[in-house]
């Protein structure tokens, strides 16, 4: 039969044995091995951006960064795709392991 990844859709190392932490889905709560899921880490203000400049301006202390949050999410495949975190690639497209390019937003 043939083989549609090379890696079985897996992380584990080429020579391991035996079976990997299972990790929550994010969105259907369905238990995953952890070297397939999907990781996403999520940074986000704790406040939402209308009510920023609202604390800014209210702050006594100058130039003060809000705390953010820091988090690392879960996904099984098909939640995946269907949450549209990740896609279907075509079949040369597979076999491209590169990270896609980084969004570094401009600086005003």
Do not use: W
């Not at 889905?25 to 986000?44: H, N, T």
Request: net charge positive; hydrophobic share 35%.
């Amino acid at each position: 039969m043939t083989k549609k990844r090379r890696n079985n859709g897996r992380a584990k190392p080429a020579g391991s044995r035996g079976h990997n932490r299972r990790v929550r889905c994010e969105a259907s709560g369905v238990l995953v091995p952890k070297d397939k899921a999907i990781k996403r880490f999520i940074v986000r203000n704790i406040v939402d951006a209308s009510a920023i400049r609202d604390i800014q301006d209210s702050s006594v202390f100058d130039g003060y960064a809000l705390p953010k949050i820091y988090r690392k999410v879960y996904y099984c495949i098909s939640a995946a795709i269907h949450s549209k975190v990740v896609r279907g690639r075509a079949r040369v497209n597979r076999k491209n392991r590169e990270p896609p390019p980084r969004f570094v937003p401009k600086k005003a």
